[in-house]
């Protein structure tokens, strides 16, 4: 044992619990074109096994931002690594790119093995739900960095598409549609506002919350980041997708002007999906104007798939046979700007 290191604050047999600890979890996200096994310096793909004959490779890499402060709070840690993958993985989405490969970076104060292991066991699960293998990954125990208790977690990952089928927005035309597909909540983005509403009005994340059926402010603002991955490919594999858009920071003003052409704009029709309570809830509890809102969250919308009017019909089909809440939200119109007409 490395004494002079752990007198330091580093704890080399933590790391090396750690590793034990994960291994069951990398394994369950394997996939065709996985190579090698957790421990090497380097992740590993083959993608020779994809058959792609031009791949584009796609990459993306987020955190989780200040929702951290909540698992934090609550002491809840086994969600977390969902919200890491799905940042990144629904980027990547959004340029027609099927994720293959996964990698995960978690720095922290002292390394606590079993917050580690859940920590990771969060990024299994979204890696599973988007069929992309974890393949590595970092954990830096820095003390003196962090305070106790506290941690940061980002990830990255890279997907490849056939150079033909790429979606850049090109295609984008006047005439099509936005089809908005349901989020599951907060999601990753916004979470300054929203934990400074909560201490603006001095509540705790363990009260239950009569707007939420009694179920705890944390645990609801907790809930993970929607991973799109499985049902949108089925969508770009049956449909001409023009578009997508994953809403993030900035909301609907921000991202899905990002798929439009020189000369284009937008029309989105509130009350064409359903905004979930917690928006309604903050908007209130925040005193934020309504129309300010879509410039901040998601508002109960966390991806649009923009395509010709003649196929909405069936890629609400088929994102319904995957279980998912999508109606046709708006248009592209020949009018450059966002307008989004409030109920």
């Known amino acids: 044992m490395a004494k002079s290191y752990e007198n330091a604050g580093v704890n080399l047999e933590a790391g090396y619990e750690v590793v034990r600890r994960i291994k069951q979890h990398v394994a369950s996200t394997k996939r065709i074109g996985t190579m090698g096994n957790i421990g090497a310096f380097g992740g590993m793909f083959d993608l020779s096994q994809l058959g792609v004959r031009e791949p584009v490779l796609v990459s993306g890499t987020d955190g989780v931002g200040t929702k951290l402060k909540i698992a934090f709070a609550m002491d809840k840690h086994d969600t977390i690594g969902i919200d890491a993958v799905a940042m990144c993985v629904n980027d990547v989405l959004a340029q027609g790119a099927e994720p293959l490969i996964f990698l995960d970076y978690v720095a922290l104060g002292h390394n606590i093995p079993a917050k580690v292991e859940a920590i990771v066991a969060g990024v299994a699960e979204g890696c599973r739900q988007a069929g992309c293998a974890l393949v590595g990954g970092e954990t830096a125990e820095m003390p003196g960095m962090y305070a106790d208790g506290e941690y940061d977690i980002a990830g990255y990952t890279t997907g490849v598409v056939e150079k033909s089928k790429l979606i850049d927005g090109t295609k984008v035309k006047v005439g099509d549609v936005l089809v908005g597909i349901a989020s599951t909540g907060v999601h990753s983005n916004g979470f300054s506002l929203v934990r400074k509403i909560v201490a603006d009005r001095k509540l705790s994340y363990f009260d239950s919350v009569e707007e939420f059926s009694g179920r705890k402010l944390g645990d609801v603002l907790l809930t993970p980041t929607k991973i799109y991955v499985k049902q949108v490919l089925d969508v770009i594999r049956n449909c ?104």
Request: some cysteine.
């Open 240 to 343: 001409d997708v023009h578009g997508i858009c994953h809403i993030t920071g900035g909301g609907f003003d921000e991202n899905i002007p990002r798929v439009l052409q020189k000369g284009q704009g937008l029309e989105i029709y509130e009350g064409t999906w359903e905004i979930l309570k917690v928006f309604e809830v903050l908007e209130k509890w925040g005193g934020i104007p309504h129309r300010e809102m879509f410039n901040i969250f998601n508002m109960g919308i966390g991806m649009v798939v923009v395509l010709d009017a003649a196929e909405a019909d069936k890629a609400i089909s088929i994102l319904e046979g995957h279980g998912e809440k999508a109606s046709v939200i708006g248009k592209v119109t020949d009018k450059e700007g966002i307008n989004i007409i409030l109920k």
